[in-house]
Nanobody, 120 residues
Framework: QVQLAASGGGLVQPGVSLRLSCIASGFTFSRAAMNWYRQAPGKERELVASITSFGDSTNYADSMKGRLTISRANGKNTVYLQMNSLKPEDTAVYYC?????????????WGQGTQVTVSS
């Protein structure tokens, strides 16, 4: 059974940092590209950060570029999202996503999300 368990969200003040974690199980983590999405109330889900299966390449959304660092520890089946200088407009549910490449097919998995609220 595939599971993506995201954690680390919370209520924080503007300007602080948070680190989100996502622990994966049920698939071959080292073969999966990992992504973080976010969805704010009334808005579409947005891709904010991606990392390749080997961790050798990353990409970030322009809306958060310079404030994010995505990383992964394949030995721990975990992907991280470090978010700095948080703003109220970063308030959203943050979701962990995995895209696993197998020989004959590609599989995509979603976690349950973790709420990040930035407010003074």
């Amino acid at each position: 059974q595939v599971q993506l368990a995201a954690s680390g969200g919370g209520l924080v003040q503007p300007g602080v940092s948070l680190r989100l974690s996502c622990i994966a199980s049920g698939f071959t983590f080292s073969r999966a590209a990992m992504n973080w999405y976010r969805q704010a109330p009334g808005k579409e889900r947005e891709l904010v950060a991606s990392i390749t299966s080997f961790g050798d390449s990353t990409n970030y959304a322009d809306s958060m570029k310079g404030r994010l660092t995505i990383s992964r520890a394949n030995g721990k089946n975990t992907v991280y999202l470090q978010m700095n200088s948080l703003k109220p407009e970063d308030t959203a549910v943050y979701y962990c996503n995995a895209v696993e490449e197998r020989l004959d097919a590609t599989f995509e998995y979603w976690g349950q999300g973790t709420q990040v609220t930035v407010s003074s």
